[in-house]
């Protein structure tokens, strides 16, 4: 089944989770949903799947906020650890307050929830603008939750055998990606399901890497893709199609 066209609305739930929710505050307790549903698919899938591919807000930072953002660079800090738990820290303190003073009253308890993903809406939609569409997902508390999660699971989980590659080995296909990156996931899994072998380079883990990534290839923000020593600007499912060869797309069957 093609999610896509159904994914391209999605971020109207977001809307109208806003619209309904300061209109009848007890929807509010339906944030949870969101709250818990990326670190119950990281820990279930071991990638931030939710975060890339079905988040309302992330959804939104793709299809509205891309086409107004100025595409600069988040400041360093946004994604520091020490910053991603300060925040995670003073916004889960925030709604702990919250719900032990609404004393029970779900309406009031709803209300904390509006009120919170409101602020959190505003503040990815300002720096959305100001940076790039995804800098609120580069700090974003379940997002960094869920990254935690998949950690974790790594870590208490014995290594698992690689799946068994059903694609066809073709060179030239490089995908740059980070750590802290639910875009790169989202183009990893459109380019698994065009079926294109690729290499993923993580800049993260060296900075040569990202040099050479700016260097070579004009780019300094990840994903970056390459297709036979050339960027690829309009990453989408449609235009790599047709960018590829017959000889590097395979039969489907």
């Known amino acids: 089944m093609n999610i896509k066209p159904k994914r391209s609305y999605a971020w109207s739930l977001l809307v109208l989770f806003l619209i309904i929710g300061w209109i009848y505050p007890v929807v509010g307790i339906m944030a949870l949903v969101c709250m818990l549903a990326p670190i119950i698919v990281a820990l279930v899938s071991g990638k931030r799947k939710w975060c890339a591919l079905f988040c309302p807000r992330g959804i939104f930072s793709d299809v509205i906020l891309a086409k107004i953002s100025r595409h600069r660079k988040a400041p360093a800090f946004s994604t520091s650890n020490y910053f991603k738990i300060g925040f995670l820290i003073f916004l889960m303190a925030n709604l702990i307050w919250g719900i032990a003073n609404a004393g029970g009253n779900l309406v009031a308890i709803g209300l904390v929830f509006v009120r919170l993903v409101s602020l959190t809406t505003a503040i990815a939609i300002v720096l959305g603008y100001i940076y790039s569409q995804r800098t609120w997902c580069g700090f974003c508390p379940m997002g960094f939750l869920a990254t935690l999660s998949i950690k974790a699971r790594r870590f208490f989980k014995a290594p698992r055998q690689a799946p068994q590659q059903s694609t066809i080995d073709k060179p030239g296909v490089?995908?740059?990606?980070?750590?802290?990156?639910?875009?790169?996931?989202?183009?990893?899994?459109?380019?698994?399901?065009?079926k294109v072998a690729f290499k993923e380079i993580n800049i993260d883990h060296d900075r040569r890497v990202?040099?050479?990534?700016?260097?070579?290839?004009?780019?300094?923000?990840?994903?970056?893709?390459?297709?036979?020593?050339?960027?690829?600007?309009?990453?989408?499912?449609?235009?790599?199609?047709?960018?590829?060869?017959?000889?590097d797309t395979p039969m489907a069957g």
Not at 179 to 185: G, H, L, S, Y
Not at 221 to 245: C, D, F, H, Q, Y
């Open 174 to 194: 490089v995908l740059y990606t980070g750590d802290q990156c639910p875009a790169c996931d989202g183009v990893k899994e459109m380019l698994r399901d065009l």
């Open 210 to 247: 990202r040099e050479a990534m700016i260097a070579n290839h004009n780019s300094a923000s990840v994903p970056t893709l390459v297709v036979n020593g050339r960027s690829v600007s309009n990453i989408k499912k449609e235009n790599l199609a047709k960018l590829l060869s017959p000889k």
